[in-house]
């Protein structure tokens, strides 16, 4: 057996056991109960939710990027394309995953559709993101059998670009609409959201590119290099985005007299900071920033490697702090039952969840490379 | 159709907790779920200071965050008002439990009563275990389970969904006071048709200067708190610089 065979064989194994540990997990979870999470009634959403958060966004990310070629034409990323409808569908796939595990009955979920609200932000996100899945696996189809232009695939690519705009700005508003809990932002949290999913979904297009030529051993392609370039700089842009977004939240947080901000100001800092910039905003945005601006850092493929790395771990933290900082204060009589702050940290089955979506997404990715052709594209 | 609401007088309310515990055994409420609760608070500074306590319970809302929220419409209006829950339809998705600004919404984390389902006996041969006794008293699953409380809803609850206070529908369909009411020693809660001038609890929001809880949100909450427990006087005074 050659060495990048059994690389393979040892890979596949890895995320087998990542996978039957987290079957295992799903199992404990549906017929003991959700006791199993860290979770409580003050603090009811935890890492299970952060992970989907950050995977449906992502997935968005990678979908606006595949719009690139796919809607607006733009020819020079068509190899891109169909690679990025893949990633977009394997990620959505592991979102899916570990939002089914957080749900307290997910077999109740036919009711999204029998018994709609269309009142609720919730409802609006399950359900675009529903038809994304379906509308993004149906492109897929037809990108795999070589249908690039007909008008079907058009529609197609429209559609998934509409659902990819819209999903992010309802996951806002899931929040955001949360008139009681003020420090989740109002409606702004939707733009946030759209940020954030640019970002990460750049970031991993970056990252898993420059992964997947070093296992190839044999380097970027030469059309996938031009392109990485662009890539980067759609990765730095999106980061300033976002560090504009943060810096002006940061001020407005430290500036606001508002009870519940100054409540919410002491315990925002979950992994920590310095003065009021959290540890997963200097170490996920800012620095990945400067190296970015860095000349003979961005264009290098260990910079870039180690700065969409960053962003990756970093979106996830800064997700996870806006979600938690949020909750960690039990609200009116809740506060007879719990104590004024809640300490928060993952319960095994919480990791095993997210290690289960994240299995499921990274063997989607892996058998959709060994199988699927995913550089192929149009010829001119 | 009438529209349901709460007065609650909290001169009259001695924080005795009557409301809680029967609204326990008549919901058949599991441990660490409040459908009644009661927010305290201790104003002032040692040796000035006072306690205020606030019973609490679902404001069942006109314009209910929860309501609007859900998915699935599981937390739905009644048209006499009541804030209802189908946790057949319910996904435990827990956006209402988020999205409620008076924590009054709870989650069923596990299997309710896990006490009442143990099986092994504290003193082997000596005593019965809590499932052994809860069979013997004919209940389901706990000893004193109410069955009325399944005309209307599951009598318990099941895992992985939510569940809150319903005004006793189940009781109000029938003529009946929410428990809460009928077991309040001072009558201090007064219940009854708010759309009706003639009601108890209209008379009293005429008469008295009614607050809410958190009003400012916009929700229109249905529990109303009027004057205030307070026996404490003081000699009058222009105060001094």
Redesign the interface.
């Given at each position: 057996m050659s060495r990048s065979k059994s690389a393979y064989w040892i890979w596949m194994g890895l995320l087998g056991v990542a996978i039957l540990a987290g079957l295992v997990a799903a199992f404990q979870l549906f017929t003991?109960?959700?006791?199993l999470?860290n979770?409580?009634?003050v603090l009811?959403?935890s890492l299970p939710l952060g992970v989907y958060i950050y995977l449906a966004l992502t997935s968005t990310g990678l979908t606006l990027l595949a719009s690139l070629p796919l809607v607006f034409g733009i020819q020079k990323y068509e190899p891109l394309a169909k690679r990025l409808v893949f990633l977009a569908i394997a990620t959505l796939v592991g979102a899916f995953v570990s939002i089914g595990l957080?749900?307290?009955?997910?077999w109740?979920?036919f009711?999204?559709m029998?018994?709609?609200?269309l009142?609720?932000?919730?409802?609006w996100m399950?359900f675009i993101y529903s038809v994304e899945l379906v509308v993004l696996a149906v492109k897929f189809w037809r990108l795999h059998v070589g249908d690039w232009h007909s008008p079907l695939g058009k529609v197609l690519g429209h559609a998934s670009f509409l659902a990819a705009i819209v999903a992010p700005l309802m996951i806002g508003s899931?929040f955001g609409?949360?008139?009681?809990?003020v420090t989740y932002f109002g409606p702004v949290m939707s733009i946030y959201c759209l940020m954030m999913a640019i970002l990460s979904g750049a970031a991993l297009c970056l990252f898993y590119n420059l992964v997947l030529a070093r296992i190839g051993g044999s380097g970027l392609s030469e059309s996938i290099y031009a392109i990485q370039d662009d890539m980067a700089r759609i990765f730095t842009w999106a980061m300033g985005l976002v560090i504009v977004f943060t810096l002006v939240k940061v001020a407005i947080e430290s500036a606001t007299v508002i009870p519940d901000f100054l409540n919410y100001h002491k315990y925002a800092q979950i992994f920590g900071g310095i003065g009021n910039l959290n540890t997963e905003v200097i170490l996920g945005l800012l620095l990945p920033f400067v190296l970015m601006a860095i000349p003979s850092i961005r264009s290098t493929d260990a910079g870039r490697m180690l700065a969409s790395g960053l962003v990756l771990v970093g979106t996830l933290a800064m997700h996870m702090e806006i979600l938690l900082a949020g909750?960690s204060r039990?609200?009116?009589?809740?506060?007879?039952?719990y104590p004024d702050y809640i300490q928060y940290f993952p319960s095994i089955y919480e990791w095993l969840v997210m290690l289960l979506a994240v299995a499921v997404a990274l063997l989607l990715y892996t058998l959709g490379e060994r199988y699927l052709k995913l550089e192929a594209a149009p010829e001119h | 159709m009438p529209r349901y609401a709460m007065v609650i007088d909290l001169q009259r309310c001695v924080g005795c907790g009557s409301c809680s515990i029967s609204c326990r055994s008549e919901n058949n409420v599991p441990e660490g779920i409040y459908w009644s609760n009661k927010i305290t608070e201790t104003s002032g500074t040692f040796p000035n200071v006072r306690y205020h306590y606030i019973p609490t319970l679902c404001n069942h809302c006109d314009n209910a965050p929860c309501v609007r929220g859900c998915p699935t419409q599981a937390m739905h209006k009644l048209e006499n008002g009541i804030t209802m829950h189908d946790p057949d339809k319910c996904i435990g998705c827990k956006y209402c439990e988020f999205n409620c600004p008076y924590g009054v919404i709870y989650f069923n984390w596990r299997k309710p009563h896990p006490f009442w389902r143990q099986q092994d006996a504290l003193i082997e041969g000596g005593t019965s275990s809590p499932a052994e006794e809860a069979k013997k008293a004919g209940g389901k699953v706990i000893p004193y389970y109410n069955p009325e409380r399944a005309e209307t809803l599951p009598g318990i609850r099941p895992k992985g969904v939510v569940e809150k206070c319903t005004f006793c529908d189940h009781r109000v369909k029938k003529g009946l006071l929410p428990r809460c009411v009928e077991a309040c020693p001072a009558d201090a809660r007064i219940f009854g048709d708010i759309s009706n001038p003639n009601s108890q609890v209209s008379k009293l929001l005429g008469k008295f200067r009614p607050f809410r809880l958190r009003e400012q949100l916009g929700t229109d909450p249905h529990v109303f708190y009027i004057r205030d427990f307070n026996p404490a006087h003081y000699q009058p005074t222009k105060g001094g610089v």
């Open positions: 003991k109960g959700h006791y999470f979770a409580n009634d009811m959403w957080e749900l307290g009955n997910v109740h979920m009711y999204i029998l018994s709609p609200n009142s609720s932000p919730i409802w399950g899931v609409l949360t008139e009681s809990r909750q039990p609200i009116g009589p809740k506060a007879e039952q | -």
